[in-house]
């Protein structure tokens, strides 16, 4: 909670920072990592703590007021039952979608896009005997989920060519049989290319 409270802060005194805009499809290209927390909500609460996460992305202008990113980030989640034969899960994040940057409002950007999600068990597969019907059992060989996110981005800092702030992403699984759905809260330091 302390680390949501901080990138509150952050956005606050992010307002007045300086956004470049868009020329034309692809004149700009940035490389950049982040890192921050994902907060799991619903029933995901019950089943796994706060997580942090790290991760790459490409930003590239698309139209005027536009951008396209695609990411990828790495998470481990730790159970919160003691029952649970799993130490973990590893979940890999794969996102791309496009950010708007309407011009009253701005620097804050309003994007969306589509997320895939490739989820593996930690477990002790020599000792342990994983049932499909036990808490994290459908991991055990893997599991690939497909959704949809919506996220603020906030650039806050800028000198030459790099860029800084702050990504607030609201993601739901299109998981069965209900939906799965989680906050995550980063900072990301970029580099322009061109």
Known sequence: MKILKFMLALAISCMAAYAEPADSAFSHLYVGIEGGEIYPFGDLIDAVDNTFFGGVGVRYTYWEDFDGFIQFNY????????????????????????????????????????????????????????????????LADNETEFGWFARLNLPCWHKGNFY???????????????????????????????
């Open 164 to 194: 800084a702030g702050l990504d607030i992403l609201w993601e739901e699984l299109w998981t069965l049989p209900k939906r799965s759905n989680m906050l995550s809260v980063g900072v990301y330091l970029e580099r322009r290319i061109w």
């Open 75 to 138: 998470s481990y989640f730790m159970p919160v039952a003691d029952t649970v034969n799993i130490y973990g899960v590893h979940q890999f994040s794969g996102r791309f979608g496009l950010d708007w940057r309407w011009s009253k409002i701005r620097p804050l950007a309003i994007g969306a896009g589509f997320i895939c999600n490739w989820a593996r068990a930690d477990y002790d597969d020599e000792n342990s005997d994983l049932a499909f019907s036990e808490p994290g059992g459908t």
